[in-house]
């Protein structure tokens, strides 16, 4: 007989056995359960209570925050609509800049070549120069010549005159001198 009572050994007659004592301690068991779950339920309960409490404040808030992603999303598309305005102002700047450069480039280039014909323009006109200036020393000279040979001319007319004034002299004294 090795039947134990659940608090010590007692008398055959109120001995219960360990079967009842494990019953027992499963009933206990099971009702702390049922009692952690009901307070758990409880907690779960006041949480759930306390949220729904806080549903109309926090669907004021989801309310605020979509008209504040509308917001921001038009706000958004405004500034992609600036961006996409700048990029096409940047494109149009970039290919006038493009076309700047090539134009200054062309410009350049003639540049380059209208001072090569000025250089050619200046060594001609300083050969012409040089050539005037040679011309008209030449000329200068000529004309000295010129003037020169004009006086011997009116010297020679004079002595001309004067040898004809004495031919015409002589031939009077001639002329006169036969009837003499």
Not at 155 to 175: C, D, M, V, Y
Request: a neutral charge.
């Amino acid at each position: 007989f090795f039947f134990q009572a659940e608090d010590g050994i007692r008398d055959f007659c109120l001995s219960r056995g360990l079967g009842d004592v494990y019953k027992r301690q499963e009933l206990e068991k099971r009702e702390q359960e049922i009692n952690s779950y009901e307070q758990k339920m409880t907690e779960k309960i006041k949480i759930f209570e306390d949220e729904a409490k806080q549903a109309p404040e926090l669907r004021e808030q989801v309310q605020k925050c979509r008209e504040d992603n509308e917001k921001l999303q038009e706000t958004l598309n405004n500034y992609i609509s600036k961006s996409e305005k700048f990029q096409e102002i940047m494109n149009l700047t970039t290919s006038s800049f493009s076309k700047f450069k090539k134009e200054m480039e062309r410009l350049a280039n003639k540049i380059k070549t209208l001072e090569k014909e000025n250089d050619q323009i200046q060594k001609k006109c300083e050969k012409s120069d040089t050539s005037f200036i040679d011309f008209i020393e030449d000329h200068m000279k000529l004309r000295a010549q010129k003037d020169s040979l004009q006086t011997q001319k009116a010297n020679l007319n004079k002595l001309i005159q004067q040898i004809e004034a004495q031919i015409s002299a002589k031939e009077k004294q001639l002329q006169s001198k036969p009837e003499n």
